[in-house]
């Protein structure tokens, strides 16, 4: 390892592709991990020197080197988000995924099991922590299919927001796109995708949704083309604009090797292409 300020270990192993920051500290707690022999403890820091175990196996400065992969999956409804075995032997959305040597694919996040659309995931721990965290302000974008239209008010209520249990929420925006008889769509933008979030501010308004599909999560569209249950993997030329614009020194797969040209990026702010 070259000489460099120490840092936390569960971000050490995170962004060597192992996993979440998340995933990583549970090890910890379990441990799994060892420093230079020892058990190690949450919130250990590390130094560029330390010999660090993952389960009986070295894990090394080089293991920074490997090349940042993002795969887009369209979401099937009823499909899990989960590692773990389903006791009701449902299909998780980590079944389907090409196999990755001496690395994981880590989940940008979750949707739960009813609804679809756009899940991202990568086997760069620190390029999933910045794509989560709230302090990177990155929106998420779903339609919405309801029984019954909201009136101009109750759309600008959406935007005002509402409280449940102690948390308020609300979207950061809201655009009718249109419906006939019963059924109308809507596409709403959230900062942050909490739990049923989107049906409680619907139900609290008299509508129930009927389908909930992400389309966008910040720069990263869902491709039209992309059928339920498929995933592609997205271009070294949008992974790097990613990494650039999320300051991660890391490189994608060579262009040369890929065959996928279709941009999955908008413009976006700050996003540099």
């Avoid at 922590?129 to 998420?140: A, G, K, Q, Y």
């Avoid at 070294?236 to 990613?242: K, Q």
Wanted: proline share 3%; with cysteine; glycine share 8%.
């Amino acid at each position: 390892m070259s000489d460099r300020p120490t840092q936390k270990l569960q971000k050490f192993l995170a962004d060597r592709g192992l996993g979440s920051r998340r995933e990583m500290e549970r090890y910890i707690l379990d441990g799994h991990v060892t420093v230079n022999g020892t058990v190690a403890h949450r919130g250990q820091r590390i130094s560029a020197t330390d010999h660090i175990e993952l389960k009986g196996k070295r894990v090394s400065e080089a293991d920074n080197k490997m090349q940042v992969r993002v795969l887009i999956m369209n979401k099937a409804p009823g499909e899990v988000v989960s590692r773990k075995h389903d006791p009701r032997h449902r299909v998780t959305v980590f079944d389907t995924l090409p196999r990755l040597i001496h690395q994981r694919w880590i989940s940008v996040g979750r949707l739960d099991i009813a609804t679809s659309g756009l899940l991202l995931f990568t086997n760069n721990g620190l390029l999933a922590h910045r794509l989560m965290h709230p302090s990177f302000v990155i929106d998420r974008e779903y339609a919405v299919r309801v029984f019954g239209k909201l009136s101009d008010e109750q759309c600008q209520a959406c935007c005002v927001g509402f409280e449940f249990d102690g948390v308020h929420h609300r979207f950061s925006d809201i655009q009718y796109y249109g419906g006939s008889g019963s059924n109308h769509w809507y596409h709403v933008v959230l900062m942050e995708g909490r739990n049923r979030e989107i049906r409680r501010v619907f139900e609290h308004l008299g509508l129930t949704v009927s389908r909930l599909k992400r389309v966008r999560f910040g720069p990263v569209i869902l491709p039209t083309r992309l059928r339920a249950g498929s995933f592609l993997e997205v271009s070294p030329i949008d992974v790097n604009a990613l990494l650039r614009w999320l300051d991660i020194d890391a490189k994608a797969l060579s262009q040369s090797k890929f065959s996928e040209k279709e941009s999955c990026l908008i413009d976006y702010p700050g996003l540099n292409k």
